[in-house]
């Protein structure tokens, strides 16, 4: 065994050191290489990169990809990030300071035939034309379901999936929607893509993929697992992004359980079992937008999907974040595409931890909070060049960055 003892400046170098080092083991002991730290940093970050759902998403990715360049943690579980391009654009940003990414490709799954008829599709893409004319893109994805929802859902399974799943197409509109559908079309939106992105400046090993493609409505849903070996000992660290609470968009006949919190809970007990089995009696940190939030007074956090987050600790999880900030899904400061005024919001993402020592010390707080300015993309993009620049947020979450001192 080599232990090598790191500050949090050398960490960059970590993997490229351990590759070195296990080389130089030419005696067959298969020795491995644990690094000693006084402290490790996990974050949960979803960059909100929905095309046509979450507004600027193209002018933020550059943004992001600055902020995440100068961003110094440990471990970082990114949700979100759902373009071939846009995965590629924060893997060069995350790549000088964490060498160790991981992702998984997209996966669809297709309809045998057209997804939808002519007759089925013509009634709901009447109302839309009707209801919110010129619409296209966030504005379109915005008005469609709530205008024309009656339409919407009285459309058969796989024609209601597509439709659903449309809505990555860029600078959608109705006449896209309908082309789209009337031919052989996938259930997820943005081809499949699971939107995680897991990135270390240890070592990942044993890397394992958990997949719900076959228990996911409307996006790819499942989980990225590794470990990573510090203090002598191994870590294992988790990375999800679970089905989301998106009432009031009815849950879709085609879902297997039953509601949106079904959906969820259902994932959330899965990841549970799995990351159990796979970690023993070995520290875990499971970091990501879990679509879950505890209700808290002092902090004026709503609940969501409350007892599928209380999974967590019944089994014996701890979640600082959750005890000790703030929302993260906050009503009066994220990129909602129809803000209310309201004050507070949900706390959706957390950094769940368990089997560490007693004496661990467990400290979160939350990050990339501050408004950043965007400028308009060339050729034009959401934002048109004479709005630009402008001030915004860089997600419609915060992000969430747990501290444990050993």
Same mark, same amino acid.
């Given at each position: 065994?080599?232990?090598?003892?790191?500050?949090?400046?050398?960490?960059?170098?970590?993997?490229?050191?351990?590759?070195?080092?296990?080389?130089?083991?030419?005696?067959?002991?298969?020795?491995?290489?644990?690094?000693?730290?006084?402290?490790?940093?996990?974050?949960?970050?979803?960059?909100?990169?929905? !095309?046509?759902? /979450?507004?600027?998403?193209?002018?933020? *990715?550059? #943004?992001? $990809?600055?902020?995440?360049?100068?961003? %110094? &943690?440990?471990?970082?579980?990114?949700?979100?990030?759902?373009?071939?391009?846009?995965?590629?654009?924060?893997?060069?940003?995350?790549?000088?300071?964490?060498?160790?990414?991981?992702?998984?490709?997209?996966?669809?799954?297709?309809?045998?035939?057209?997804?939808?008829?002519?007759?089925?599709?013509?009634?709901?893409?009447?109302?839309?034309?009707?209801?919110?004319?010129?619409?296209?893109?966030?504005?379109?994805?915005?008005?469609?379901?709530?205008?024309?929802?009656?339409?919407?859902?009285?459309?058969?399974?796989?024609?209601?999936?597509?439709?659903?799943?449309?809505?990555?197409?860029?600078?959608?509109?109705?006449?896209?929607?309908?082309?789209?559908?009337?031919?052989?079309?996938?259930?997820?939106?943005?081809?499949?893509? !699971?939107?995680? /992105?897991?990135?270390?400046?240890?070592? *990942?090993? #044993?890397? $394992?993929?958990?997949?719900?493609?076959? %228990? &996911?409505?409307?996006?790819?849903?499942?989980?990225?697992?590794?470990?990573?070996?510090?203090?002598?000992?191994?870590?294992?660290?988790?990375?999800?992004?679970?089905?989301?609470?998106?009432?009031?968009?009815?849950?879709?006949?085609?879902?297997?359980?039953?509601?949106?919190?079904?959906?969820?809970?259902?994932?959330?007990?899965?990841?549970?079992?799995?990351?159990?089995?796979?970690?023993?009696?070995?520290?875990?940190?499971?970091?990501?937008?879990?679509?879950?939030?505890?209700?808290?007074?002092?902090?004026?956090?709503?609940?969501?999907?409350?007892?599928?987050?209380?999974?967590?600790?019944?089994?014996?999880?701890?979640?600082?974040?959750?005890?000790?900030?703030?929302?993260?899904?906050?009503?009066?400061?994220?990129?909602? !595409?129809?803000?209310?005024?309201?004050?507070?919001?949900?706390?959706?993402?957390?950094?769940?931890?368990?089997?560490?020592?007693?004496?661990?010390?467990?400290?979160?707080?939350?990050?990339?909070?501050?408004?950043?300015?965007?400028?308009?993309?060339?050729?034009?993009?959401?934002?048109?060049?004479?709005?630009?620049?402008?001030?915004?947020?860089?997600?419609?979450?915060?992000?969430?960055?747990?501290?444990?001192?050993?």
């Amino acid at each position: 065994m080599i232990t090598i003892n790191v500050n949090q400046g050398a960490r960059a170098l970590l993997p490229m050191l351990a590759v070195l080092l296990i080389s130089a083991c030419s005696d067959g002991s298969g020795g491995k290489v644990y690094f000693k730290t006084d402290s490790l940093k996990v974050t949960a970050y979803n960059l909100g990169l929905a !095309l046509n759902f /979450v507004p600027y998403t193209n002018e933020r *990715l550059v #943004a992001n $990809e600055i902020l995440l360049e100068d961003y %110094d &943690s440990d471990v970082i579980c990114l949700q979100e990030v759902w373009l071939d391009e846009q995965v590629e654009a924060i893997r060069d940003a995350l790549i000088g300071t964490y060498p160790e990414i991981y992702t998984v490709p997209p996966k669809q799954i297709f309809s045998e035939s057209a997804a939808c008829t002519d007759e089925e599709i013509t009634p709901f893409a009447a109302c839309v034309t009707e209801q919110c004319p010129g619409f296209t893109g966030s504005d379109l994805v915005a008005c469609a379901p709530v205008a024309c929802g009656t339409e919407l859902f009285a459309l058969p399974p796989v024609c209601l999936d597509a439709v659903i799943g449309s809505v990555g197409i860029p600078d959608v509109t109705v006449e896209a929607v309908v082309e789209a559908v009337t031919q052989p079309a996938g259930k997820f939106a943005f081809d499949g893509s !699971l939107g995680l /992105v897991l990135a270390s400046k240890y070592p *990942l090993e #044993a890397r $394992e993929f958990q997949d719900f493609i076959d %228990d &996911s409505t409307s996006n790819r849903r499942g989980a990225l697992y590794a470990e990573i070996n510090v203090n002598k000992q191994r870590q294992v660290v988790g990375c999800t992004h679970p089905t989301a609470n998106l009432s009031p968009l009815e849950y879709p006949s085609s879902g297997k359980h039953g509601s949106w919190e079904g959906e969820n809970r259902y994932m959330m007990q899965q990841m549970i079992a799995f990351v159990n089995t796979k970690a023993g009696d070995a520290p875990i940190y499971f970091a990501g937008d879990f679509n879950c939030s505890f209700a808290n007074a002092s902090t004026d956090v709503d609940a969501d999907f409350a007892e599928n987050c209380q999974l967590w600790l019944d089994n014996g999880f701890k979640d600082p974040a959750g005890a000790q900030l703030p929302c993260t899904f906050c009503y009066e400061d994220n990129l909602l !595409l129809k803000p209310d005024g309201q004050t507070g919001g949900l706390m959706l993402d957390h950094v769940f931890v368990k089997n560490l020592e007693a004496n661990a010390g467990l400290n979160a707080k939350r990050i990339f909070d501050d408004p950043i300015s965007i400028e308009a993309l060339v050729p034009p993009s959401e934002l048109k060049p004479e709005d630009s620049p402008i001030m915004t947020h860089p997600s419609d979450h915060y992000g969430v960055e747990l501290k444990i001192t050993f």
